[in-house]
């Protein structure tokens, strides 16, 4: 077999006497052999923009490359948030909030514009509530409501009542201090501003009061009317349509001049009659 030989300072070494590591990788050195790998550490921080690059590995071919970084993430084309109505907050940057603020809401005094009601239940859920829906009983009856219905928003004593009111539980009573008036013709039909009354017919002639039906003058049971003769003529209480009178005889004519009667509703159409009568 021949011999090879070859002199030392005869191989090809290289000239390489050092591998240092620059951006974005480490590793090296200065003798042996030397790697060298990536370190995302040792670059700057930059933010990325759509048509920045980004190195992948593509696990298809297990190859190392660069992509956009708009085929990565979908980045939006959204430049800024306004807040709009009923609404606070917003922004052109960053993460941005928005708010529900009420308090822009149009004010309304119609009844119809009050549809729904935004409501949160204990498990925070949220939903619209029509007011029909809305039951009185869960809520905090500070006012006092009672489950009484109807239109009357006042009570006023008439002539001959005291008391009523505008609030609240409200009485009448017959109000024991009578008013009078005098009256001179000879026909006189009761009114119901004579509730509470003294009438004085005075009239030298045959004088006619008339109690009239509740179709036409609704006295409420229990008015009183007091009708004196103050004239020499003879003064007779009458029934009108429907009427009846209830007295003792059936007298209704008043006996005599100064003499009074008094007249009392005890029901619809049926009146008391008592007092001087002849």
Do not use: H
């Not at 606070?88 to 009050?114: F, I, K, M």
């Not at 005098?182 to 009239?203: F, S, V």
């Amino acid at each position: 077999m021949p011999r090879i030989s070859q002199r030392v300072d005869q191989v090809s070494t290289g000239d390489i006497s050092g591998v240092t590591a620059g951006d974005g990788l480490s590793g090296g050195g200065t003798s042996g052999d030397v790697s060298l790998a990536l370190d995302a550490n040792e670059l700057t921080a930059a933010t990325a923009v759509s048509t920045d690059y980004v190195v992948i590995e593509d696990v298809t071919d297990n190859t190392t490359k660069k992509a956009l970084v708009s085929d990565i993430v979908s980045l939006g084309d959204i430049t800024g948030v306004t807040a709009g109505n009923l609404l606070d907050g917003g922004g052109t940057a960053g993460t941005v909030t928005l708010d529900v603020d009420l308090s822009e809401a149009s004010t309304s005094t119609t009844d119809g514009d009050g549809d729904y009601f935004l409501v949160v239940d204990s498990a925070n859920a949220q939903y619209k509530l029509t007011k029909a829906n809305i039951n009185l009983s869960g809520m905090n009856n500070d006012a006092g409501w009672t489950t009484a219905t109807g239109d009357i928003d006042g009570v006023t004593a008439g002539s001959g009542l005291t008391g009523g009111g505008t609030s609240g539980t409200v009485e009448l009573a017959l109000d024991p201090d009578l008013s009078t008036l005098e009256d001179t013709t000879t026909a006189r039909t009761l009114a119901l501003t004579d509730a509470g009354q003294l009438i004085r017919m005075n009239n030298a002639g045959a004088t006619t009061v008339t109690v009239p039906p509740n179709s036409s003058v609704a006295f409420g049971v229990g008015a009183q009317v007091i009708v004196a003769a103050k004239g020499a003529g003879t003064v007779t209480i009458a029934a009108g349509a429907g009427v009846t009178l209830r007295s003792k005889d059936s007298n209704l004519a008043i006996d005599g001049q100064y003499a009074t009667a008094s007249c009392v509703k005890i029901a619809t159409d049926e009146w008391l009659v008592f007092g001087a009568l002849a």
